[in-house]
Nanobody
Framework: QVQLVESGGGLVQAGGSLRLSCAASGRTFSSYAMGWFRQAPGKDREFVAGVSRSGDITAYADSVKGRFTISRDNAENTVNLQMNSLKPEDTAVYYC???????????????????WGQGTQVTVSS
């Protein structure tokens, strides 16, 4: 089992940047594929970015491609989401998610993940 704690959210103006971090407990972090999701008020939770257990495969939602970068540090048990050129439509609660994976792949559906953080609010003002 793994516990996830997100940090780094906040209020930023459009065009600005934020870096979200997710700290994971446990000794087997490198066996988990990781993902970031977000949920805006009145909307379903949506995939933002995913990374394979080794960090060599990443994927992004079309809406954030070219602006967001997901990375992980298996030595530090962390996964990060660097968000640049933020837009008001990026406003949401952002969640870190994890699932055990024996395969070299990412996962882009929320129902594929077993463990979730509590979320961190990102607000982008226009």
């Amino acid at each position: 089992q793994v516990q996830l704690v997100e940090s780094g959210g906040g209020l930023v103006q459009a065009g600005g940047s934020l870096r979200l971090s997710c700290a994971a407990s446990g000794r087997t972090f490198s066996s988990y594929a990781m993902g970031w999701f977000r949920q805006a008020p009145g909307k379903d939770r949506e995939f933002v970015a995913g990374v394979s257990r080794s960090g060599d495969i990443t994927a992004y939602a079309d809406s954030v491609k070219g602006r967001f970068t997901i990375s992980r540090d298996n030595a530090e048990n962390t996964v990060n989401l660097q968000m640049n050129s933020l837009k008001p439509e990026d406003t949401a609660v952002y969640y870190c998610a994890a699932r055990p994976s024996v395969h070299r792949r990412f996962y882009d559906s929320s129902d594929q993940y077993q463990y979730w953080g509590q979320g961190t609010q990102v607000t982008v003002s226009s």
